[in-house]
């Protein structure tokens, strides 16, 4: 648990240049402290009692204005700076070194029980007020642009951005 820990606050003081020392970043951030809530409360409470990671959720939501429902999958040293209005859906997966951004949604677009939230994976980067919908992928070290609403697939390495969102970069 605490190697987990001191490894999100190095990530969080790499990718906020106005990161102040390593104590300020534990104790400060309401990202990283989603994060933790997540891993260490929630999920280990939703797979034995669903009702007691849901209300984990909840509270944690109340605390820090960031969703994260408790069987999203969430890899290591993934950050959220000013994190107000994160929501990450239920069957969404996030992987390593993601570092995203306020307000950004990883929502789903189906009403059945089935994969519907996007994967987005390691070293990706989410600019603020992002909206991933529906089973999509985000590549490897892509990054989403500000404000876009991405529907579908996007390249590993590759940036998008608007509505909808489009490549940028040179394919």
């Not at 190697?3 to 300020?24: F, K, N, Q, T």
């Not at 007691?52 to 909840?58: D, E, W």
């Not at 990054?143 to 040179?170: E, F």
Request: net charge negative; no cysteine; glycine share 12%.
């Amino acid at each position: 648990m605490y190697a987990r820990i001191r490894e999100d606050v190095r990530a969080m003081r790499r990718r906020d240049p106005a990161a102040g020392s390593r104590l300020d970043v534990a104790l400060t951030y309401p990202g990283l402290h989603a994060v933790w809530a997540h891993v260490f409360l929630a999920v280990p409470l939703y797979d034995r009692w669903p009702t007691a990671g849901r209300l984990v959720a909840y509270w944690v939501r109340l605390l820090t204005g960031i969703e994260i429902h408790p069987d999203a999958d969430i890899g290591r040293r993934v950050t959220i700076d000013h994190g107000h209005g994160v929501v990450i859906g239920e069957t969404a997966v996030v992987g390593d070194d993601v570092h995203m951004y306020h307000g950004v949604t990883l929502g789903g677009n189906d009403s059945r029980p089935v994969d519907r939230h996007p994967t987005v994976r390691a070293g990706v980067t989410l600019g603020a007020n992002a909206t991933l919908l529906g089973d999509i992928e985000i590549g490897a070290n892509a990054s989403v642009g500000a404000a876009s609403v991405v529907t579908d697939d996007v390249a590993a390495g590759a940036t998008v951005t608007g509505v909808p969102a489009q490549r940028v970069d040179d394919a």
